[in-house]
Nanobody, 116 residues
Framework: QVQLVESGGGLAQAGGSLRLSCAAS????????MGWYRQAPGKERELVAS???????NYANSVKGRFTISRDNAKNTVYLQMNSLKSEDTAVYYC??????????WGQGTQVTVSS
């Protein structure tokens, strides 16, 4: 059983920055891809960024050039550096981990609010 604990959300001004962290514990040797989704009020959950164990990354078009995902495999932690924040980045951000032969595990979510 993998547990994911997120931190780093909060309030930022437009143009500002925030850094999200997600630490995994339990069954971490079987974790493959990790990443972040977000869900804004009244909208569907959408993929923000993902990263493989080898470091290959994928980003939503809306965050390319502004967000950077990274991963510390030794600490079983994934990060999301968010720069040049926009009001439309306001959402609950969820960390996930894809676990070999076990499916996808989710964090509890962390609120990011960007004020214009």
């Amino acid at each position: 059983q993998v547990q994911l604990v997120e931190s780093g959300g909060g309030l930022a001004q437009a143009g500002g920055s925030l850094r999200l962290s997600c630490a995994a514990s339990g069954g971490t040797l079987s974790i493959n891809d990790m990443g972040w989704y977000r869900q804004a009020p009244g909208k569907e959950r959408e993929l923000v960024a993902s990263i493989t164990t080898g470091g290959s990354t994928n980003y939503a078009n809306s965050v390319k050039g502004r967000f950077t995902i990274s991963r510390d495999n030794a600490k079983n932690t994934v990060y999301l550096q968010m720069n040049s924040l926009k009001s439309e980045d306001t959402a609950v951000y969820y960390c996930y981990a894809a676990v070999l032969r076990a499916g996808v595990y989710w964090g509890q979510g962390t609120q990011v609010t960007v004020s214009s």
